[in-house]
């Protein structure tokens, strides 16, 4: 099955700085890639995702790349804000986000915005 | 939006219990998911469904059961409560996309 790997566990950076979180997967038949956010007390909210016939999609300050050949993909957060402050969890899945497989997540990224 | 409940944010059950823990979306979505959130495991899938009275184990099933009589609600079952089944456990729905439940806090004890 899918394996999910990500780094780092956890990423301090000041204020107004950027901060990249990376993720790899094993399963090259996966084409959705979606990043969550869970803030304390709630479930994961989706942020961002991006399908395997894209290379980089962006949301204001949040991005997402993704390299098929190598298997992995990235988040990047720019002029990074205290309420960016959360764990981070990239996922991967084979069924173009329909839902009908499940995710398969990475173990997470505590990021924390140093004011 | 999609909205998914859990019944209970938190729960104390004591070991060999039966223990059900309730999932509702108001979106007629198709699948519905349940995951258990461990430190420094990230969530990993026990069962989904994708559709009413069917169900697949997902990656950790050992200990839990489901139950999908109706569209809307998906329930995860504890049939003897162990400590180690103390976790969040997290539901989820999906069409297009994934949309997750606040998560239940069960405390076995």
């Known amino acids: 099955g899918e394996n999910v790997e990500q780094h780092p566990s956890t990423l301090s950076v000041q204020e107004g700085d950027s901060a990249v979180i990376k993720c790899t997967y094993s399963?090259?038949?996966?084409?959705?890639f979606p990043w969550y956010k869970q803030e304390l007390g709630k479930g994961p909210q989706l942020i961002i995702d991006i399908r395997s016939n894209v290379g980089e999609k962006k949301d204001q300050r949040i991005a997402v790349t993704l390299n098929k050949t190598a298997k992995h993909f990235s988040l990047h957060i720019t002029e990074t804000q205290p309420e960016d402050s959360a764990v981070y969890f990239c996922a991967a899945s084979t069924d173009s986000g329909g839902g009908a497989d499940g995710l398969t997540f990475g173990k997470g990224t505590h990021l924390i915005i140093q004011p | 939006d999609v909205k998914v409940t859990q019944s209970s944010r938190y729960l104390v059950k004591r070991t060999g219990e039966k223990v059900f823990l309730e999932c509702v979306q108001d979106?007629?979505?198709?699948?519905m998911f349940w995951y258990r959130q461990d430190p420094g495991l990230g969530l990993r899938l026990i069962y989904f469904s994708y559709d009413v009275k069917m169900k697949e184990k997902g990656d950790i099933p050992e200990g839990y059961s489901v139950s999908r009589e109706k569209k809307e609600r998906f329930s995860l079952i504890l049939e003897s409560a162990s400590t180690n089944q103390t976790s969040m456990y997290l539901c989820a729905s999906s069409r297009r996309g994934y949309t997750f439940g606040s998560g239940t806090r069960l405390t076995v004890v």
């Open positions: 979106m007629d979505h198709e699948n």
């Open positions: 399963d090259s038949a996966s084409n959705y």
